[in-house]
Structures are given as structure tokens and as C-alpha cells.
């Protein structure tokens, strides 16, 4: 029998809310009230005379913004974000409650894989970490994951020529001073073909890290005004620490935050109305104050904040995936497990940081693989039901209720591949198990990080675009040396 279809034919994807629209309301007001009443103090005097331009109120370096300027800010910002791949393909679409996975950057150490040593980061570390990650089908952007600690000068544009060289995946990338930003941005160009095109399809994100919510640098103003004046995306997050720089309660800390991530967005807009930007929004960091450390998966606040860039309706920067342990250890994984459920279901957009271990201090290729199958697992948890007369199946259910005989039949063989299928988990039973060399999920992440970097790495870009890129890497590397 057919049937006209009326009924709903899917169930809406789970998500958590951490708070309603009347707290969101009630954190944006004290926000805004701080930026007017209190102010900022911004260090880069361009950013200060557009400001001041605008109608603020200017007191040597103290800038107060007028509630109606970041209420306009929010309304020309554009609620989407589209990254492209090096192939010119849109590859994420960042908004609403879609999201995407990536690496973190810069961690000092490695967890060898090979020795399973702690050991300080270097070049080739970079290179394998993009190469794996590249591999990992639902890692979906990259960053420079280590530091390199045989590379003297210019790291970030060594960097950033490795993860063009070895991904055609888009990039969100850090600069460490001002004098890398803009060989980057040329970079990133001559990867795409020309300025034009990074600007209508921009393959890479630049993250910005100012001093605090009510301290911005030099540094990352320069670099906010450089990217919104060419219309590139940006996110910019100026931290605050509950009982540090911002009160210790979470109401008070997120309003702080909010009102920090607040005037990256009006700059922005005032450079280039409809300048791409992603926040943080409202997410004080805690000091665990019995060991004076930062810890990256405590569940405090993390929902509250990504609500407010819901109710923004702007794209949201947040991360998961990652520990506070030493080891690859249980800990390591519930952390990783859980973060990632959480950001999933608290709607973050770009989450970042996966395969971080030691606060950030330590990044395992391992823990990549591992959260690469947690991501697989979340992504068919939070798919939608499908409803309808196909998946009903009642004229099949006729047929064949009774003999209880459906393995053979072509409806079988049509969704027979349809569930959540594990590249990492074992499912065998203990026999075969054995068979197979009795490993553990660490051992099975160990071998296929090996599989993937024991071929020679593909080239992704043309050989004279590389040479080209290794050019601008090498006048970087030689003004540095000149200035030193």
C-alpha cells in the first residue's frame, strides 16, 4: 500500500540548553552596561581613534562603548561563517548548531606514539600530526597541533606551510607577533590563487587571543583590523579568570567575557561592516585553586556561555576532546569522551583542542585517533530519526512478520549499512579477539597512525605553488634573522 505522508518524517537531533532566553537577555544587558559604564582599555591607537570616531567616549586609552554601537555590531555581523577547502569545495558551514572538529595548537610537548615518551615538540611533529589528523575522516579543520622547539624563528609560518603542504582541510590558525600575520595571509593567497579568492572563499580562520576582556593588545588589534579590512574570518577571544581578572561567580565572570568578545565585534564591524567574526562569547576560564592550574575538562560554565552566542545567533568557538591527564590513560578518555558530548550537544560550532593532554601543555596523536571514533559515535547519536513509509516497512512487516525471515530480503540489503559502523572499537567476540592479537584500542590507534605515515606523505598543492609558499617562508625566516 501507498500512503499520502503527513506525519513528521524526522525526530529532531537531541541538544541541551544551558540557559533561557531570559538569562541570556539579563547577561547581555550587564554586558553592555560594563562596556558603557566601566569600559576597556585597548592598546593600539588606530582601534582607539575608530572608536572614538564612532561615538564612544575616550579617556587617554580608556574606551567606553555606547550599548546602541554593540547592539549595532550584533546586527550587522553575519550569523553564518562558510570555510572552503584548498579545492575551492565548501567544506563547513559554521552556525547555528552545526558542528565541526579540529586540532589544537601549539603544545610544547608530544606523547611519542612510538615510545609513548613525553618528550618536547618539533618540526616533524607538525608534519605527522597534520598528516594524521588530514586522515581522520571526521576531524574536520586543522591547526599547527606543536611548537616546534628546533625552529628558531617564524614558527607560525613554518607552521602554516606544513598544514598547506600536507592538508587540503581548512585551517584555523594562530600568529605569535604582528610581523608573521601578514606573510601568512600571503600564503594562504598564493595557496588559493590570488587575494580575491581567500576573501569570497576563505579557506583558513585566523584565532586571536587578546590580553584579557578588559585589556586588548597592540598586537591582537593590529591583527583584528588587518583580517576584518580584507573581510577574512577571525575569532576573536579575550579570556577572563573567575576570582583572577573577573568576579569569581559564573554570572558575574560571563558577563565580563561577554563584554570582552563584545569589542572585537563592534572593531570589526567598523572596519568592514559584514566582517566575518566567530566568539567565544561568554566563557570565563577557572583556576582550580588547589593546584594553581587551569584545567581544559572541567564541565563548569562551557553550556552557559555557548548559549549566549545562541542567542547572538553567531558562529561559536569552543573545544572538546581533550584531557587534563599525563597518560592516554582512563582519565584521558572520559575527559575527551565527555567534553566532546558536551560541546556536541551544547551546539558549538568549531571545537577545537582534540588530542590536547596536560591542560595544553602535551598533544598525543594517539588521543586524535581515539576522539576521531568518539566523533563518529556522537555524529549517529544525535542523527535524526527517520520516519516515514520506507523505514515503517508495514507492507514487509505483512509479508514476513509471521516467519520472522527479513535477512534476505533487497530492503535489508538497502539499509543494511545504515548504523554506526566502528573503525576503531572492537566488536568480536573473545575467540577472535585473541585471533587477532588481543590489542587494545591504544594498540589499534598506535597501528593505524603507523599506516598512515609510513607511505610517503601526498603532495597537496602543485610543486610551484609549494616552492612559492617555501619562498615566502624563508624571506620570513631571513627578516627575522636580519632584525635579530
Known sequence: MVHTQTNVSAYTAPFFRGLTDDQCRLIHSASLEILERTGV??????????????????????????????????RTAPSYITLYDRRGNPAMRLGDRVSAYGTGSDCLNILDHRTGERREAVLQDIVDGIRVADAMPHIDFIMSMFLPSDVGVAKEV???EVMLTHSAKPICFVTYG?????????????????????RTRPTAILYLNPTSGFRHNEEALRKLMYVAERHLPCIYWPEVGRG??????????????????????????????????????????????????VPYADPDCKAFGLEMSRYYNLPAFNWGGMS?????DEQAVM???????????????LIHDIGYMESGLTGSLELVVVCDEIISWLTAFVKGLEIGEETLALDLVHEHGLSGDFLETAHTLRHVREDWQSRLVDRQNYDKWIESGATSMRERARAKIDDILGPEPERILPPEIEQKIKDIAQRAIAAHTEKG
Not at 587534563?324 to 592516554?328: A, I, Q, V
Request: glycine share 8%; charged share 15%; hydrophobic share 50%.
Open 41 to 74: 582599555l585597548l592598546y593600539y591607537q588606530p582601534a582607539i581613534d575608530l572608536l572614538k570616531s564612532a561615538g564612544c567616549t575616550v579617556n587617554e586609552n580608556r574606551v567606553r562603548i555606547p550599548a546602541h554601537l554593540a547592539e549595532w555590531a550584533l
Open 158 to 160: 613554518r607552521q602554516m
Open 178 to 198: 604582528w610581523a608573521g600575520t601578514p606573510k601568512i595571509i600571503e600564503m594562504l593567497e598564493v595557496a588559493v590563487g590570488d587575494a580575491e579568492r581567500l
Open 244 to 293: 583572577l581578572t573577573c568576579p569569581i561567580t559564573f554570572a558575574g565572570g560571563m558577563a565580563c567575557s561577554n563584554a570582552g568578545h563584545l569589542v572585537g565585534l563592534v572593531i570589526a564591524q567598523l572596519v568592514s561592516e559584514g566582517a566575518p567574526v566567530s566568539l567565544c562569547t561568554a566563557m570565563p576560564f577557572t583556576l582550580d585553586m588547589k593546584t594553581m592550574v
Open 324 to 328: 587534563d591527564s599525563k597518560l592516554l
Open 335 to 349: 575527559e575527551a569522551a565527555l567534553t566532546l558530548f558536551a560541546a556536541t550537544l551544547n551546539g558549538g560550532n
